[in-house]
């Protein structure tokens, strides 16, 4: 049967919820192509991984809007309204996390998320968030996943071993890494079958919320 796992820890995004630059960006550029290439060419995913990494998004913007000063007012609108790009909760998330508390398994999250845009949004789900009993952001750390210093700095921080720890996240990068650290790692794909993985691994039962 293998290692008796008893924590559960989180990614947030398109884990627990939904986010796509697209979300915020459609809102701004009418146009299809224009949007198409503006999230192509100039707010591209490794230019925010480096909020994540721990960038400042004062210094990121300027540096970004230096080099595309025609899109100068829509990069800046990247911070202020980074809570645009996250639409809501994957389906069937926030019962699973509301189901586990109940059932006493200790909640965490490893989040890839900026330190200045983490706070906020976090704030607008009090009644979710205050069920983990700790969350490592990236961006305070300095840290990203897949490097495996996070998972070892987020477990010391736990107070947990990774043999005690069941961990979902949506990347496969991410999820390789916290396996070969000897955490029991899954691909997220949906609610029902993460859900299926914990039952398999004696954390819930099998009658369903």
Known sequence: MGQARSAVIFD????????????????????????DAFLRDVVTHEWHF??????????????????????????????????????????????LVEELDAAGVPLFAITNFSHEFFPPFRAAWPDLFDRFRDIVVSGEERLVKPDPAIYRRALDRFGIAATDAVFVDDNPANVAAANALGIHAVQFTD??????ELVQLNLLTNETV
């Open 12 to 35: 947030i995004g398109n884990v627990l919820f939904h986010w796509d630059p697209r979300y915020l960006y459609e809102r701004l550029i009418d146009d299809d192509q224009a949007l």
């Open 50 to 95: 480096q909020h994540d990494a721990g960038r400042d998004f004062a210094d990121t913007s300027a540096e970004l809007s230096a080099r595309y000063p025609e899109h100068a007012d829509l990069i800046a609108q990247w911070g202020p309204r980074f809570n645009d790009s996250i639409t809501g909760p994957v389906d069937g998330m926030i019962p």
């Open 191 to 196: 609610a029902p079958a993460f859900r299926a």
